[in-house]
């Protein structure tokens, strides 16, 4: 038995609570992780997973050995790299989830200029308004907007992400563009809300020290930051967004910002990643890059 390997294994498979998910992600059958875990627990002579219809969950051994496992692969990690300093030398693969909108505006355009840079990383790039449970699914970082909960992982403040008016000329053809905050009573927002049945306040503004809602109309509620842009798009009503997200669509001339005077509360930008007393040299190379790079978009 290759135990570093096996380790490995038993890591993916107890943070993702699944033989299923975990043989996906390492493109493995699902049967040769179940063989390579039994052996490990006879050979520990302790069982280290609770295995149910739906779930797989660590025993009480299966959490020390899972800590001293993380420990033991991050140092062996370290030191492959410790020598390295050709960034060409660097490799492995980096499991991040960020917003749709930070994804496909800002990431992906800069990615082909990082991964020549180091071509022997491979990036695993998760993106929705889903809150991925960083830990469990076995995640090297992630990009939050927002305030942060207690969830004790390492947090990284990189600023505050501007937020725009915006509508499309389709719109604002039909019912005219909006001068000022009185205006807003005579049209309607694209409401957004994670959890559907529970509705937005309104038009949000921030004056610098408070935030007023502005109750307008509007006809739709959605849960999805891509859905929101895209009832944008089609005439449905105003929406608030950082810049970030909509900057082609402005380009473009397929949505207009309107009210520039009356913005919304910037959203918290942060980068968050599990504590980990040995942090692979990929991860760390990462997120000072990604650290830097969001930058330019905060305020």
Known sequence: MDKIHTMKV???????????????????????????????????GSRLLHRTTRRVQLTQDGQ?????????LATLEEMDSMFQHDPATLSGRLRVDMPVSLASGYLIPLLPEFLQHYPG??????????????????????????ILEDS????????HLPLINCASPDYLARFGT????????QHAMVHYS???????????????KTTTLIK?????????????????????????VPRVGVQSALKEKKLVEILPHFPACP?????????????????????????????????
């Not at 890591?11 to 992780?33: C, D, H, I, Y």
């Not at 909006?178 to 009573?185: A, G, R, W, Y």
């Not at 798009?233 to 608030?240: H, P, S, V």
């Not at 930008?269 to 330019?296: C, D, G, M, T, Y």
Request: hydrophobic residues 40%; aromatic residues 8%; glycine residues 8%.
């Open 10 to 44: 038993f890591v993916r498979v107890a943070e993702m609570q699944s033989f299923t998910r975990a043989a996906e992600s390492l493109g493995l059958p699902k049967g040769s992780l179940s063989r390579q875990i039994q052996a490990l627990e006879n050979s520990l």
């Open 64 to 72: 020390i050995y899972f800590e001293r496992c993380r420990d033991v």
């Open 121 to 146: 990383i491979e990036l695993e790039l998760s993106s929705s308004d889903r809150r991925v449970d960083v830990v469990r699914e076995g995640f090297d970082c992630v990009v939050r907007v927002g």
């Open 152 to 159: 004790g992982l390492v947090a990284r403040p990189l600023g």
């Open 178 to 185: 909006p001068e000022s905050l009185k205006d807003l009573s």
């Open 194 to 208: 994670q959890q559907l049945g529970v509705q937005s306040g309104g038009f949000e503004y921030f004056d610098g």
């Open 216 to 240: 307008t109309g509007g006809a739709v509620t959605v849960n999805s930051t891509e859905t929101y842009r895209s009832a944008c798009l089609a005439g449905l009503g105003i929406i608030q």
């Open 267 to 299: 959203m918290q930008l942060s980068l968050l990643w599990p504590h980990r007393r040995n942090q692979a040299r990929r991860v760390q190379v990462f997120i000072e890059w990604l650290s830097q790079a969001l930058k330019r978009y905060v305020a």
